[in-house]
């Protein structure tokens, strides 16, 4: 990326803790410790950035962040921390797949802090002090226990509302207007995001039906029902999924990672251009190969080290770069774009809001612009309501 940028950018890659260690939520953590405390730590790295950038030739009112994953959803949390009205410290962002499983009920959060402190010893009602006295070791074992034995297409610890700095879900705040505003985004999914999430084997519509359950554990029945017969219906010959696979893979692409994209380029309409990475598998993090891509890449077994301009200096993977290293360097993903690369790129025009979004496609044939069918308005804007949550 400092190459695509030709070095005329500053790239900051900071740490924040995982798991239990950053996401450790619910009652008795808002009681005794900070909840979130993952947020914070980037917080605090994005401090350090408008503290220190200056210092090595940088410009701390032109921050851009970037995130993959779980770090893009992170950036959704920052943007609507306590209510929107705290300065992200950042002026644009560029979230790839922006993922988090949405965590709101207290009674699941304080489940999870109880399996925790059960997985170290700790009795029910010791409080923090105790798992305070225990070794990293301790926790990280404990901590590993809780996560693997989460149902599957769940994901154990994670960014949750605690009601003073996550005062709601971020679909739930961008809906409402309390989000900060004036930031530019660049935001993407994948085309399967799903596929890596969904149980492959014993998922029967009895299976999926326990998932949803799970999941939605504050949901009435006519908002399940609307999930498992409307929005995501059974599989069958001639209808929308062929099998359960599709369906949960389904689901789960949606209500984790893609609608945060509808979700978003609804909120910050105007300044918001959104893409599909296509490639096959499309699978959920394989556009990280093409945004790090460079000559001579090594991914694990496999070495490239070839030189043959048209297809290692610009190819699919710089054009992409491109797009990217041009927003951070002037706020637009097209200024400073790739020019006669093989495939070449093209126009990335604003986001337009329908009943789908108008997003750039990246696909083995090159870009082009088209509708977006994971972010379509039906099934999006029933996970932007907050009714399914129970919530008031």
Partial sequence: MLKSADNNIIY????????????????????????????????????????????????KGSVTVMGESAGAGSIMHHLIAEGGTLDPLFHRAILQSPAYEPQYDPGRLENDYIDLANATGCSVGSGLDCLRSKTTAELDAANRKVVSTQPYGTFGFGPAVDNTYIRDLPGMELANGNYWKGVDLVIGHNSHEGYIFAQTTYMDNANFNTLINYNYPNASGVMINQIETQLYPAPGLFKKYLTNYFRTSDLIGQWVISCNVRFLAKAYAGSVWTYVFAIPPGIHALDTI????????????????????????????????????????????NTMREIGGFPSTQYFPQTVVG??????????????????????????????????????
């Fill in 12 to 59: 900051v890659a900071p740490n924040y803790r995982l798991g239990a260690f950053g996401w450790l939520n619910g009652p008795t953590i808002e009681a005794e410790g900070v909840p979130n405390v993952g947020l914070h730590d980037q917080r605090a790295a994005l401090q350090w950035v408008q503290d220190n950038i200056g210092l090595v030739g940088g410009d």
């Fill in 290 to 333: 093409f945004t790090f891509w460079r000559s001579g890449l090594d991914i694990g077994h496999l070495q490239i080290d070839i030189n043959i301009d048209f297809l290692t200096e610009k190819n699919l993977a710089t054009g992409f770069q491109s797009y990217l290293t041009s927003f951070v360097q002037t706020g637009d993903p």
């Fill in 355 to 392: 009943d789908t979004l108008t997003s750039l496609n990246m696909d083995l044939l090159g870009f082009s612009v088209r509708n977006d069918q994971y972010t379509d308005s039906m099934r999006c804007d029933f996970w932007q309501n907050n009714a399914w949550t129970g919530r008031k």
